[in-house]
């Protein structure tokens, strides 16, 4: 049974920064696609940052350069590093293990206002 766990998600002004992990169980974690999604109230769900298992990135274009996705195998755990956030960066985050079966954890909630 893969399980997925966010934490660090909150509340914080514009022009701040959080830092989420996703903490996974499970002996494939290193070599899986970890993903980090979004979902605002009345929004579709949007890919947020992507890494694969070694270690390449990608981005959406609205995060690009402010965010960060790392992983440390060691620990079976994803972050996501999110600098000089804005209010259109209030949603809920959920992690991914990507592959034949995704997995999805039930999601952390950020908001950002002043």
């Known amino acids: 049974q893969v399980q997925l766990v966010e934490s660090g998600g909150g509340l914080v002004q514009p022009g701040g920064s959080l830092r989420l992990s996703c903490a996974t169980s499970g002996n494939i974690f290193s070599i899986s696609v970890m993903g980090w999604y979004r979902q605002a109230p009345g929004k579709q769900r949007e890919l947020v940052a992507r890494?694969?298992?070694?270690?390449?990135?990608n981005y959406a274009d609205s995060v690009r350069g402010r965010f960060t996705i790392s992983r440390d195998n060691a620990k079976n755990t994803v972050y996501l590093a999110m600098n000089s956030l804005k209010p259109e960066d209030t949603a809920t985050y959920y992690c991914?293990?990507?592959?034949?079966?995704?997995?999805w954890g039930k999601g952390t909630q950020v908001t950002v206002s002043s």
């Open positions: 991914v293990k990507s592959g034949a079966v995704d997995y």
């Open positions: 890494i694969s298992a070694g270690g390449n990135t």
